[in-house]
């Protein structure tokens, strides 16, 4: 079954504590991307990958970092999260060379900040 | 750069009535435009999407959109709803190629259905 897969869906965390939230697809999708939902501002783009090795910063890239070693994964790490980062995340894949832009999401993580 | 405006935060509606959620979208170039659905506690569902050719889309569960060039706009509806369609949706843009797939949604749209 085509999907995109995160882990873990919820998690409770304190401030400072580095925290990495794990995507991977199994489409075989070059284009990669992490958004955040908040009530009433709908999602906004943290950061996206193009590539394997190729990643650039969205809308709201700050307190943020990502990498992409491999095709299929695409971790958001928090390396100091606080409290402004509590928020629902998902990730996104699509086939971008295919195109045009259909976007497959996870289930969704939602981060808790204390 | 390209923004998206849904016109109503919220959209109580009755069982059987028919309902139209708005989107309106500014871009300098050609866009895509899609509408996302959001059940609660899940992920989002592509409803349906406009690439080119008919203005008139229709998505999954009896929804339809029509693309406005002239007025920006994007609106879904659907002519009689169910209980089940109670969830968030999501309009969303994106361009022709200049920004590298990249989504831009609507702030949401919270669509009750009541019995």
């Known amino acids: 079954e085509a999907q995109v897969t995160q882990n873990p869906r919820y998690l409770i965390t304190v401030t400072g504590k580095k925290l990495t939230v794990t995507c991977s697809q199994n489409?075989?999708?070059?284009?990669m991307s992490w958004y955040r939902q908040d009530p009433g501002l709908g999602l906004r783009q943290i950061y996206y990958?193009?590539?394997?090795?190729?990643?650039d910063k969205g809308d709201v890239p700050e307190g943020y970092k990502v990498s992409r070693k491999e095709k299929r994964n695409f971790p958001l790490i928090l390396e100091s999260p606080s409290p402004n980062q509590t928020s629902l995340y998902f990730c996104?894949?699509?086939?971008?060379?295919?195109?045009?832009?259909?976007?497959?999401f996870g289930p969704g993580t939602r981060l808790t900040v204390t | 750069a390209q923004s998206v405006t849904q016109l109503d935060s919220q959209v109580p509606v009755f069982e059987e009535a028919p309902v139209e959620l708005r989107c309106n979208y500014s871009s300098s170039v050609s866009v895509y435009l899609f509408w996302y659905v959001q059940y609660p506690n899940q992920g989002l569902q592509l409803l349906l999407k406009y690439l080119s050719g008919s203005t008139l889309v229709k998505g999954i569960n009896g929804f339809e959109a029509e693309f406005n060039k002239s007025q920006t706009s994007f609106h879904l509806r659907k002519p009689s709803v169910h209980i089940s369609d109670t969830a968030e949706y999501f309009c969303a843009v994106s361009d022709d190629g200049t920004s590298y797939g990249k989504l831009t949604f609507g702030q949401g749209t919270i669509l009750t259905v009541h019995p």
């Open positions: 990958s193009m590539n394997v090795e190729v990643t």
């Open positions: 996104a894949s699509s086939a971008y060379r295919v195109g045009p832009y259909e976007q497959y």
């Open positions: 489409m075989n999708h070059e284009y």
